[in-house]
């Protein structure tokens, strides 16, 4: 049998150059991913970089760390509903980071004063006209801890005066949003921040709470003076004292996600192209099987040559694909940290683990591809080498019957269930990647029975025109069951994937707009530059703006122990109950925001206790514990609903928002003008309510995007593949079909525009159930987001489905319609 295999990889190597392209991309990107999975474990520990010259840092308490029940789990009610609960079996410890630490307490700074110098750090946006927008402002004297030095000019003398990056020059004029200053001095980059230095005294009334100082003492003193009320930072911990100094971790689990998905779905590609290439070779082989039955040939003779045929096919792809693969990693890793997805030291290791896993999982995917079509294969009578009809019969056989209709079952028994005990798991990023692959492969399980009335219905009005051409087009579509199933099938799978990746992140924007749009009432919002909020003078002159009913509101958070193992943080909002009810329509489904007092809180009926008039035990964004009253219930809507609490239970946080409602009939262009008036100089902007939603709309992240775009440009590339190898292939079994046309008195030209309108009504029928299957996946989450509370529509990415479609349509006219051209030259008419 190995002989025979090899004879028929030798003169049939058409039938399996799509297999061997498809195995050959799969192991590469597996081989790739798993590289650069392996490279991430292996991450270095990041560096100080604010404070590598300091020899000790103190930060004030900002963790919450509770003792938790026998079960862990770890969640976070984050926008996207990224993140699942991972359970443990023990006793744990609960930490979370405080959305307002603590500053170190008067009593212990004065006892560092005793052991050696204090230096407290300060940090502050500074929004500075016609300058970079990162820019953070700090106190001179933390310089020397990175340590800056002066490039050109001074250090900073008096208010007025501060020292930049290179990107000013030492006499230059700033307008900030703190008044304006001039530049004395340029300190060179160091690549983490872009700094603006203030003398000590101006630091301090910019940002009068500092969290964190430097002490220039020993360690284990200052340990012994500060106990449980901070934390003393030395050696590599200091890194924990710079801005988000998670960001490598939370880069490389992003990138890790983006690869895993893409991972998965080049698996599951891979199978779905090699499986469909194999029952369209097998199909097209009856006759050849048929003479090897003839011959003595068993079943399982024929099924074994099958199988071989596919290791051969696997190893020489698999081989390649891993070489491929190590030559692409290192690529992609500068690609990836080019674009900021990565840190810049991220580069490939030599871990050889994914080689191994790579060339077995391809040598798998060889094997899962060809198990059906070897005991199809093995079926096959020895009558079948006096066949001659071409029409497909029984192309749908038992087991596709029971496979396709299980899986379709399970697709609507898992959706139902979601919507009736969880309907916000269906707006999870990770639910919505994987669902659709139950379903494109139930309906892809099912193509052939579908095909052949889709294709008369879809054919329907072409075969109504005059002339034979229509009606041609569809009978033989129509008749090749197998192949147009074999190409409508990656077609299939590439329109459902870009429709339901891309119209789920279009549905959910779209419900988080909608959500935006109802829940504001104010006529304007005002907001500050930076994150530093608005200072009190700011708010009170917004306040008296004339016809203005303001409404100052400040971000902060809630923790909440449900189950009494969970420790949540829920984001809140602290404003005052009478001028939010003037500004806000929040989604209430049971209660009134003039409930809303110092002792009360308004949840969403995501937490465990959402009844009003129930208590529940909650620590503020300062760590303080409270038991408060539950005043409203919100709906849970797509994550971003939050909490509610007034400024006395968010001590620490700053207005960093004003919605403003126009009195009676107060000119809204009068107010307008009045409210920019109150916010210049400062650097706040004023949005009118529909700027307000256009400008707070959620959007999807970068990592997001090219997570989608590479799987979209994965699904895309195997449908290439498998569309031109399948035409090809059949090209060879319409010889005698085309040569019958050419004796009819066809004209070549009338056969190419025969063979490219069948090869666009396959496509369009492909399209069609991948337009049916995204249309379901976006379906079940329209009923989710129903069942949360948000009234918005189905979004579907019309204008990528049409790229998509047209790029397929292109592809399978040019595999069909070369072929054909050359069969033409050496037929006679």
């Known amino acids: 049998m190995l002989t025979v295999a090899l004879h028929a990889l030798r003169t049939r190597w058409t039938t399996f ?108 946006p500074v929004p500075v006209e016609n300058g970079p927008h990162d820019l953070v402002g700090h106190p001179w004297s933390t310089a020397a801890f990175a340590p800056y030095e002066i490039t050109a000019g001074r250090t900073p003398r008096t208010g007025s005066e501060v020292v930049t990056g290179t990107w000013a020059h030492p006499g230059q004029t700033l307008r900030t949003a703190h008044g304006t200053v001039t530049v004395v001095g340029t300190v060179a980059s160091r690549g983490f921040e872009n700094p603006v230095f203030y003398t000590d005294a101006r630091a301090a009334e910019l940002a009068p709470v500092s969290t964190q100082l430097v002490v ?84 399982g003779q024929i099924r074994r040559t099958v199988v071989a045929e596919a290791l051969l096919v696997g190893v020489l792809a698999s081989a390649t694909g891993c070489a491929l693969g190590g030559y692409g990693a290192p690529k992609l890793a500068a690609r990836v940290v080019d674009e900021g997805l990565a840190p810049a030291w991220f580069t490939i290791g030599d871990a050889t683990w994914p080689y191994h896993v790579a060339f077995w999982t391809g040598l798998l995917v060889a094997l899962l591809g060809v198990i059906a079509a070897s005991w199809r294969a093995g079926r096959t009578g020895p009558t079948q080498a006096l066949r001659e009809g071409s029409v497909d019969t029984h192309a749908m056989t038992w087991g596709r019957w029971l496979c396709g209709t299980a899986l379709l079952l399970t697709a609507a028994a898992t959706l139902g269930l979601a919507l009736l005990t969880d309907p916000g798991d269906l ?106 909020g608005f200072d009190t003078a700011t708010v009170k002159r917004l306040a008296a703006v004339d016809g203005a009913e303001a409404s100052a509101s400040a971000s902060s958070a809630v923790y909440v122990l449900e189950e009494g193992v969970a420790l949540i943080r829920s984001e809140a909002r602290a404003v005052e109950a009478g001028p939010l009810a003037a500004t806000a329509l929040l989604p209430l489904t049971a209660g009134k925001v003039s409930g809303l007092d110092d002792d009360s809180i308004i949840v969403n009926e995501e937490w465990e206790r959402h009844t009003v008039g129930q208590t529940v035990d909650v620590w503020l964004g300062d760590g303080t514990r409270r038991t408060l009253r539950i005043a409203a219930v919100m709906a849970t809507g797509t994550g971003d609903n939050g909490v509610y609490v007034t ?33 210049r100089g400062t650097g706040g902007q004023v949005f009118t309510k529909e700027q307000w939603v256009r400008a707070s709309s959620p959007g999807t992240d970068g990592t997001t995007r090219l997570g989608f775009l590479l799987v979209l440009g994965i699904a895309l590339l195997y449908t290439g593949i498998s569309v031109a190898n399948t035409m090809v ?23 190419l525009r025969l063979t490219a309108a069948e090869a666009l009504l396959v496509v369009a029928v492909g399209g069609v159930l991948g337009l049916l299957v995204a249309g379901l996946n976006l379906a079940g989450m329209r009923c989710a987001l129903g069942l949360l509370g948000v009234d918005s529509g189905v979004e579907l990415p019309w204008a990528a489905l049409g790229t998509v479609v047209a790029a397929c349509a292109t592809l399978a006219v040019v595999s069909a319609v070369i072929p054909a051209g050359l069969t033409l030259r050496h037929a006679k008419p």
Do not use: C
Not at 84 to 110: G, K, W
Not at 729 to 751: F, Q
């Open 17 to 124: 150059t799509g297999s061997f392209i498809a195995l050959s991309l799969g192991v590469s990107l597996l081989t790739v991913m798993g590289l650069a999975l392996a490279s991430s474990t292996d991450a270095p520990e990041r560096r100080p970089e604010r404070f590598a010259a300091a020899p000790v840092v103190v930060q004030g308490q900002n963790t919450l760390t509770l003792t938790t029940g026998h079960v862990s789990r770890e969640t976070s009610r984050a926008s996207d509903r990224a993140s699942d609960r991972t359970p443990s079996a023990h006793v744990s410890r609960e930490t979370r980071p405080l959305a307002h630490p603590h500053p170190v307490p008067e009593p212990v700074i004065a006892h560092l004063r005793q052991l050696g110098t204090v230096t407290p750090d300060r940090s502050f």
């Open 216 to 299: 220039e003492a020993d360690p284990a003193a200052v340990r012994d003076v500060v106990g449980d009320t901070g934390q003393v930072l030395t050696g590599t911990d200091r890194r924990l004292a710079d801005p988000d100094p998670d960001r490598d971790r939370e880069a490389l689990t992003a990138m890790n996600a983006l690869f895993g998905m893409a991972g998965g779905v080049t698996a599951f590609v891979s199978v779905f192209v090699v499986a469909s290439t194999f029952a369209f070779a097998v199909a097209q082989r009856r006759r050849e099987f048929g003479l090897l039955r003839t011959a003595g040939a068993t079943p």
């Open 427 to 532: 707006l999870h990023r990770k639910t919505y990647v994987s669902r659709p692959m139950l379903l494109i492969t139930a309906v892809a399980l099912l193509a052939p029975a579908l095909v052949r009335p889709l294709t008369r219905l879809v054919a329907w009005p072409a075969a109504r025109l005059p002339g034979a051409v229509g009606m041609l087009v569809r009978e033989n579509a129509a008749a090749g069951v197998r192949r147009t199933a074999s190409v409508a099938a990656p077609v299939l799978v590439t329109v459902a994937l870009a429709g339901s990746l891309l119209g789920a992140t279009a549905t959910l924007n779209e419900a988080g707009v909608t959500e935006i749009r109802e829940r504001t009432a104010a006529a304007f919002v005002v907001t500050p530059a930076g994150d530093a």
């Open 647 to 679: 400024p006395a239970n968010a001590r620490g946080a700053h207005v960093d928002r004003v919605d403003v409602a126009l009195a009676g009939s107060a000119d809204p262009a009068a107010v307008g003008a009045a409210l920019r008036e109150a916010v």
């Open 729 to 751: 292939m059949a090209a060879s079994d319409r010889v005698r079909d085309l040569a019958v046309l050419r004796s009819v008195g066809a004209t070549p030209w009338l056969v």
